[in-house]
Every structure is written in structure tokens, then in C-alpha cells.
């Protein structure tokens, strides 16, 4: 089990930009597959976007050309940008960490997008 832990969240207004960041406790974190995902009040969790371990990502439709993930091996550590953020964009967000059969959660933090 890897502990993730996400910093970076708050409160901005829209059109604004946050860096969210995702500290992963492993020594093998350059073979996972890691993803930040989201979830808004009464709705499901989904996909926000994912970087596998030789740095093919893939995004959300409604946060192509907003967003972005990246990852740094050597800091254990993956990097949500987040630009143009709408208020559509509020939710929790949530890193994952996934490798053959095992998946660990961050305890997740708050985005909001509100004037």
C-alpha cells in the first residue's frame, strides 16, 4: 500500500489557476501509473487525468487544453496544473496510484471555483 498525500487546493476564482501535488511513499513510484480523479457533491467519482510510468497521459474531454499532469520520479511526486478553472471545476480531488493489482487513495483535497 503506497501513501499518497495531496496538497495544493483552495479557493480561487474562475478563470484562475491551481497546482495540485501528490507526494507518493514508495521507492518504486517510476513504475506506477498515476492518475488524479475528482469528485463533486452527489455525483461519481471520475477520471480527471493519468500519466503512466513512461509518461503517456490522457485527460477528461472538459479539461483537454486546461490541464495538465506531470510527474517527477525523482521527487516521488505528481503535479496536477490546473488553468481557465470553472466553477464546474469543484470538487474533491483525489490522487491514485496504481500498479499491477495493487491501488492506493490520497485522503483527497478541496478545489473550489467560485467569484
Known amino acids: 500500500q503506497v501513501q499518497l498525500v495531496e496538497s495544493g487546493g483552495g479557493l480561487v476564482q474562475p478563470g484562475g489557476s491551481l497546482r495540485l501535488s501528490c507526494a507518493a511513499s514508495?521507492?518504486?513510484?517510476?513504475?506506477?501509473?498515476m492518475a488524479w480523479y475528482r469528485q463533486a457533491p452527489g455525483k461519481e467519482r471520475e477520471l480527471v487525468a493519468a500519466?503512466?510510468?513512461?509518461?503517456?497521459?490522457n485527460y477528461l474531454d472538459s479539461v483537454k487544453g486546461r490541464f495538465s499532469i506531470s510527474r517527477d520520479n525523482a521527487k516521488n511526486t505528481v503535479y496536477l496544473q490546473m488553468n481557465s478553472l470553472k466553477p464546474e471545476d469543484t470538487a474533491v480531488y483525489y490522487c491514485?496510484?496504481?500498479?499491477?493489482?495493487?491501488?492506493?487513495w490520497g485522503q483527497g483535497t478541496q478545489v473550489t471555483v467560485s467569484s
Open positions: 500519466i503512466t510510468s513512461g509518461g503517456i497521459t
Open positions: 514508495t521507492s518504486i513510484f517510476s513504475l506506477y501509473t
Open positions: 491514485n496510484a496504481h500498479w499491477t493489482n495493487s491501488a492506493s
